[in-house]
Structure formats: C-alpha cells, structure tokens
C-alpha cells in the first residue's frame, strides 16, 4: 500500500509525504523544519524513515524548511540544478541530487520523474513518483500545463494539481492589474477552469485520487474550485475521489495501489 498525506497546501505554504514499505519521501518542504513535524506528527507521517525531500522549485511556500530538515534528518535533496543554485547558500551540508527531464532517480522504494513547468522560478518542475503499488503525479505552480507535463502526468494512480484561483474571484480580488496578470499569466499559476481542462484529459480506469491544491485564500474557496472540477472530470468518465487540500491542516492520508480503488484511510 502507498500512503500519500497532503500536510499542507496554498499560498502559505506546501508540503506532502509518500509513504510505502516503511519509508517517506517528503516532496516540498514549504513551512518551517518545526511545523513540518508538527503537522507530520498530527498525520502519523513518521519523519524517521524520510529517504529524502524532493523539490518542485525554491520558492518560500515550497522550500522553506527544506535546507534545516534535510541536514536534521540525513537525507539528500532532490531538484533541479537551478532549484539548487538558488538554495546553496543555507543548505550547508545537505546532499543534492539533481533532478532532470531526461532520467528517473531513485530514493529508496520511490522513483521519481520530472518534468520543467511554466512559472517564474529558476528551474521549476512537475514531479511523478512511483512504487511497485503506485503513482502519483505532482503539478503545481504552473502558468500553463506544457506538453512535457501534460506526459508526466499521464497515467497516474493518483494526481495532486494546482487550482490556484477562480477567474471571476481573480478580477474582483482588489489585486493591482500588474499582479493579476502575473497570477493568470504563463508564469504564474493554475485556475480552476484550466486545472479542470487538463485533469479531464488525464482521467484514465485507474486514476483513483484527485487532489486540488495550492488554492488562493483571496482568489478561490472550496467550492469555487470543486464546481469547476467536478463536472469536468464526471463528463471524462472519472470513477474515483475527488479532494481538495486545506492549507491549516493535513488532508488524507489516501491508500493507493495500482489494481484496487484507492480509499481514504480513518484518521483515528
């Protein structure tokens, strides 16, 4: 069994665990080393058995507590070499493995793949980590769903994606036009009519778990993103959970394997 706990997402911060056969990886670090085993405690995410931290860029609210909690608990840092550029200064003694479109690596039970993303970041990535029983594809912070990304994804158990920001929500939020254009422009972020759009394509039989994440607080609630998702992946033929992660408290865990419908686990 693959076990995938979202421990936060949005625009103050991102992070989630992968966990098989008694190890983790964590993929993106974007609160401090201390909240980050204060949420993994809460979700019985077993910091221990981390084999390493995967990166999707160096931003704040996805790398934040990467540097310290790699060095605390021993494990390398898998990202792109321009991620890595940008976090050398306060890595210290940290180990890089570089992450490239070219080739898997390998951290412990995990394989992991990637794939360049449109976003303002030095070298900014969608990710797909497999296990013998799973796969999960890993797409926020994206202007715009490349081809290259639009393959990552293809074929996944589960997909965790980016619905940043409600059109209509995005006008009416009080942003100067400078920053809305940002937030809606090839370099910026997801909205829920194209995460909807793109995940419709990627519907398939065994495609168990969506998750919607990195949602804005100003630009998007809940609801917005599920009334724009829904219908979308329902018109595909989606048989399986739909999710939205929360940014005050890990949503999940979700049980995934390839040949059985994935379920949500009980959370005590």
Known sequence: MTRLVVLGSGSKGNALAISEGGATLLVDVGFSAREIRRRAAAAQVPLDAVTGIA????????????????????VPVFC???TWDRLRVRAGHARHVPLTMTSAVEAGPFRIES?????????PLALAVSSVRASIGIAYDL??????VRYLLRGRTAVVLEANHDDVLLRSSGYPPAVQQRIAGAGGHLSNRAAAELLADLVHPDLAIVVLAHLSERCNTEQHARD???PALMAAGFVGALHVARQAEPTGPFSLTISTEAAVLPTG
Do not use: N
Not at 143 to 148: N, Y
């Open 228 to 230: 724009a998702v829904f």
């Open 80 to 82: 792109s070499p321009g």
């Open 115 to 123: 794939a360049q993303t449109s976003h303002d970041a030095a070298e």
């Open 143 to 148: 202007g715009r769903p490349t081809a290259a």
């Open 55 to 74: 990166l999707t860029h160096e931003h704040g609210d996805h790398a934040t507590g990467a540097a310290l909690l790699a060095r605390e608990l021993g």
